[in-house]
DNA sequence: CGGAATGTTGATATGCCTCAACTAAAGTGG
DNA sequence: CCACTTTAGTTGAGGCATATCAACATTCCG
């Protein structure tokens, strides 16, 4: 039993049901580890990747380039995730995939991948699913980004983060790893890193969340969610009927 | 024939190749016209839809309800989109669906579609494609709203709606219908309405633009195109492999 | 005719960006 | 082992873009 299979499975089973076949089916795919360096690009705008990736550990990020360099980070991927899946679909990269922090992945060849769906119908329906709950989390960005005030914004991206990785198995004592820096966090929320810096300063002045270190502290969860207008149902993390 | 099943063909048709088998399993949609008012909700945040809708005829929008009935409009969708494909695999809405002038849909049972999918995985594949540019054109407006000043921003959602509506035969001479006010433009992109109507006076000086009466009107599509560092590839026009 | 919605303009306030300098920590090479 | 460089975080100052407020014009509609 790999752990791979069981981190996939996990991760599908916070929003789908399945079967006995279907965790068979699933525990058959192949796969080649990968172990991604600290900022390393492993899918470049622009690419055709044959395989598709699944988080392992730590974090990756999905980001677009503008002019000169300048990066949009979309989402943040932890462990269970699929940060590529559009990949079986759409020939062409529309943007970049790096690992935030020391990373590790797996590839699955999209072939194999179709193959499963093919077999078990309900499993392509899964990963489906995963992909429009990848939107509707794009979508909450958008107006996270475009409508709140810094110190929401921030508060907002928080609860998300530590959220999720609360459903995934990885926050422990109020405290998630989230490796980002300051700049990211501005490139993330389209803030500059001196407003993301004071931004920081005036949440740990609530007392309702820290982040230093890479390490994000909450230390108020209701509040936190209040200062971030944070409601959890964009995240659709109420299982979902078995179709 | 009916000229729903032909909107919706067509619009697949931009990404994907439809087998005569595939033609025939759409034609065999049963569906219900529905005629909406200029501003109608028809799809409201917490809903649990049991029919997909297509749009026939006009323009529809998907938006965020914040506080004090602020909205966020986070995409505009015009004949052959499906603007609420997500209903099929999320259960409970996360956002709204309301009419952006006068439009129509039509509605077609959810039943009816995953009987489709069983016969035709084909045309599954197609659907889920097409959610996938979904979200990539929700990708590329956080990097729009997050990153790009505001005469770029405006500018980059015209190239978008223009280049949208060209590839579905509804832009003409350089015009294509957008029947937004300019309090909505602000509600897209993030700025309030005198900076929307601020932006819009410098881009119509430019020559490249001009944006009155709900009529977008494209005076120089490659002015446009650099105002708004914009990229079409995101928009996946390129027809995929047959899956 | 009156009222509502939309577009436009001017004035003012302010939130955020940019620039710049400094600290601290970590990595690198001599 | 210690200078040196690089990177990240922090703080202050100043400027600008955008929000907000307010007034008015225009159109549409009841």
């Given amino acids: 039993m790999s752990s791979v299979h069981d981190t996939l499975i996990r991760k599908i089973r916070e929003h789908t049901s399945l079967s006995r ?16 360096a600290s900022g390393e690009d492993f899918v470049r705008q622009g690419d055709a990747p044959r395989v598709s990736v699944v988080v ?3 974090m990756v990020a999905r980001y677009h380039t503008r002019t000169a360099g300048r990066r949009q980070y979309l989402s943040f991927h932890i462990a269970g995730d699929m940060p ?16 935030i922090g020391e990373a590790e992945v797996a590839l699955l060849p999209h072939k194999d991948i179709f193959d499963m769906f093919e077999r078990r119908l309900s499993i392509g329906y ?9 939107a ?14 810094v110190r929401t914004r921030i508060a ?27 700049i990211q966090l501005g490139e993330t929320l ?8 004071r931004g920081l300063q005036a949440l740990r002045r609530t007392g309702a969340v820290e982040f230093r270190d890479g390490v994000l502290l909450v ?11 944070f409601n959890a149902s964009y995240l659709h993390l109420i299982k979902q009927s078995r179709i």
């Avoid at 899964?126 to 990848?134: G, M, P, Q, S, V």
């Avoid at 907002?156 to 300051?182: D, K, M, N, V």
Wanted: aromatic letters at 10%.
């Fill in 21 to 36: 076949d279907d965790l068979e089916a699933i525990r058959k795919l192949t796969f080649v580890n990968r172990l991604l």
């Fill in 56 to 58: 392992t550990r730590g």
């Fill in 84 to 99: 590529d899946a559009q990949a079986l679909f759409l020939d062409v990269m529309d943007h970049s995939l790096c690992a």
């Fill in 126 to 134: 899964a990963f489906w699913r995963e992909t429009l709950i990848d």
């Fill in 136 to 149: 509707a989390i794009f979508r909450e960005a958008i107006t996270n980004n475009s409508s709140r005030p």
């Fill in 156 to 182: 907002h991206f928080f609860c998300e983060q530590y959220y999720r990785a609360q459903a995934a198995g990885l926050a422990e004592a109020g405290s998630c790893a989230l490796p980002l820096s300051q």
């Fill in 190 to 197: 389209g803030i500059s890193v001196v407003t993301a810096n």
């Fill in 219 to 229: 230390r108020n969860w209701k509040k936190l969610m209040q200062i971030g207008e």
